[in-house]
C-alpha cells in the first residue's frame, strides 16, 4: 500500500523553528517530484513548496520563500521542510504530496488551480504557532 506520513508539527512560538518530514512506505519517493501543501481552518489550500525527484530543483510561494527550505534525502525515503522564523499565519495543517510531474508542481505554487492534484497524499501534521 502506497503512503505518505507527515511528522513533526507541534506548538512553536513566533520566530520558532520546527522540521517536518514526509515519508513514504509502500513505495520509493526517489522517483517522484514531491510537493508541500498547507491548509489553515476556513481558507483555501495552499502549496507552498516542491522539490524534484533528484532534488535539484526547489520553488517556494512567496509566503514561505527566504524562510522555508525544502530538502530530500532518497536513501532514507524521506523529504523534509525546516521552517524557520515562523509566523501566527504559517499555522495550519501541513501535508505533503507525491507526483510524478515537477511541472505541474512549480505550476501549483503560483496557480493553485492550474494543475491536477498530486497522485498521493499524507494525512497531515498540524502546526500551531502561538506565543
Known amino acids: 500500500q502506497l503512503q505518505l506520513v507527515e511528522s513533526g508539527g507541534g506548538l512553536v512560538q513566533p520566530g520558532g523553528s520546527l522540521r517536518l518530514s514526509c515519508a513514504a512506505s509502500?513505495?520509493?519517493?526517489?522517483?517522484?517530484?514531491i510537493g508541500w501543501f498547507r491548509q489553515a481552518p476556513g481558507k483555501e489550500r495552499e502549496a507552498i513548496s516542491c522539490?524534484?525527484?533528484?532534488?535539484?530543483?526547489?520553488n517556494y510561494a512567496d509566503s514561505v520563500q527566504g524562510r522555508f527550505t525544502i530538502s530530500r534525502d532518497n536513501a532514507k525515503n524521506t523529504v523534509y521542510l525546516q521552517m524557520n522564523s515562523l509566523k501566527p499565519e504559517d499555522a495550519a495543517i501541513y501535508y505533503c504530496?507525491?507526483?510524478?510531474?515537477?511541472?505541474?508542481?512549480?505550476?501549483?505554487?503560483?496557480?493553485?488551480?492550474?494543475?491536477?492534484?498530486?497522485?498521493?497524499w499524507g494525512q497531515g501534521t498540524q502546526v500551531t504557532v502561538s506565543s
Open positions: 522539490i524534484s525527484s533528484d532534488g535539484g530543483s526547489t
Open positions: 504530496a507525491a507526483e510524478w510531474s515537477a511541472v505541474y508542481c512549480r505550476i501549483r505554487i503560483a496557480n493553485p488551480t492550474g494543475a491536477r492534484p498530486p497522485d498521493y
Open positions: 509502500g513505495f520509493t519517493l526517489e522517483h517522484y517530484t
